[in-house]
């Protein structure tokens, strides 16, 4: 028996067993559906280098060890819609440019699906039914959703799409069953969310949904990394960005303009690393080996920082070698890049199929779901059976 038929008939007996919690089969359940990742981007713009250091960089690792069952990653366009609704036509194109970033950075459609989240209905249908199990004031206190609120000046009109998005990110979610969701620190409210709809579901009507769990950064400091202007978040929308397409002299402009230390006026100056931009990205991306190859004077970036908080190392050194550094791991995206620019309409059809493998994962949990909630009229042969019988008297 495969796995989907052995998920059904452990849905079956909890029904039957008529305990509303199912805890004893929730394990079992657990089990058969697999360790599941999914994950996804905005398509708003190409992708930069928070988005890789946050998440793009993990999925790739996890996507060749070979631990998880399934792996999704979509592109959420219709998230992007809620702050677009006037420029869909912005969305439209920036569909090509991420899944570009997706294959240069690594993602292979032979190990991972991916797919378009517009494509698949059944996760609109699913935000219906969850946005019951949430109230708008549990929404309202999320910090993720006040963040974003103010960024783009939606204190006074904040479109009802925009506010409700953690409970679309709840189903994207539950539709594929996920375990993990790669994510930065910044989204880990959003996920909490996500498990408190797929508690109260399960809760209520039977144990067919996963809670996940976050995975974060192994790399603590990149957890969140700054924009190049040194402010809290590298954002699109501030234009602090270093993006993976950026090629090497497009970087090294961006590297000279970043926000270093303000109080380090002179080479002998004490330098501070803390807030420093600079020190920020070479702890997210540099290796023993580029201190070898272009700066080895230090072994690593401990003796680095020791040297630059006593004094006597200048910012533009430390600037040249992030540029390095950076453009080492580039450069190799930029060539897959230029690769598949060469065949757009095989990248569609690569995200064509995808969606149609996420939809039918999808259209099983909706399934599901609504056998949970009890409204798969036309499929329950009992209700049917029982009313009939209830008439005839």
């Known amino acids: 028996m495969n796995k989907r038929k052995v998920g059904k ?7 039957k067993s008529g305990r509303k919690d199912g805890a004893h089969l929730k394990k079992r359940i657990r089990i058969i559906m697999g360790k599941v990742i999914l994950t ?13 250091v946050g998440s793009l960089r993990r999925r790739v690792e996890l996507q060749n060890m070979g631990d998880f069952d399934k792996m999704f990653v979509f592109m959420a366009d219709v998230q992007a819609l809620t702050d677009n609704a006037e420029n869909p036509e912005k969305i439209r194109q920036n569909i090509i440019e991420v899944a570009l970033d997706y294959l240069a950075a690594g993602l292979d459609p032979q190990k991972c699906t991916l797919f378009i989240q517009s494509q698949i209905s059944e996760i609109a249908e699913l935000t219906t039914f969850f946005m019951n199990l949430v109230s708008v004031s549990r929404v309202q206190r999320n910090p993720t959703v006040k963040t974003e609120i103010k960024m783009r000046n939606f204190e006074a009109n904040i479109p009802m799409g925009f ?19 790669p994510a930065g620190e910044d989204q880990e409210p959003m996920l909490e969310v996500a498990r408190e709809i797929v ?12 809670e996940p769990n976050i995975m974060l950064p192994e790399n603590v400091t990149a957890r969140r990394l700054p924009g190049t202007d040194g402010k809290e978040k590298m954002s699109k929308s501030l234009g602090n960005c270093i993006y993976l397409s950026d090629d090497a002299d497009t970087v090294w402009s961006k590297v000279k303009g970043m926000y270093t230390d303000p109080t380090h ?22 290796t023993d080996q580029d201190f070898a190859d272009f700066w080895p004077e230090f072994a690593n970036l401990d003796e680095l920082k020791g040297a630059y908080t006593a004094g006597g190392i200048g910012d533009m050194k430390c600037k040249k070698l992030l540029n390095n550094v950076l453009n080492r791991m580039l450069e190799p995206m930029r060539a897959r890049r230029h690769e598949f620019e060469q065949d757009i309409p095989e990248i569609y059809q690569i995200l064509k199929r995808g969606s149609d493998v996420a939809r039918e994962t999808a259209a099983q949990t909706l399934s599901e779901v609504k056998a949970a909630m009890q409204i798969n009229y036309f499929e329950d042969a009992e209700l049917i059976r029982s009313q009939a019988e209830r008439y005839k008297k």
């Open 9 to 15: 008939t452990l849905l079956y007996k909890v029904k």
């Open 40 to 52: 996804g981007d905005r398509p708003t713009g190409k992708l930069h280098l928070g988005h890789y």
């Open 163 to 181: 506010f409700a998005y953690p409970v679309s990110q709840a189903a994207d979610i539950a539709a594929f069953k996920a375990t993990t969701v």
């Open 199 to 210: 508690r109260r579901f399960n809760t209520i009507y039977a144990p067919v949904l996963v």
């Open 265 to 286: 006026l002179n080479v002998s100056d004490p330098g501070h690393v803390e807030g420093n931009a600079v020190f920020t990205y070479l702890d997210a991306f540099s």
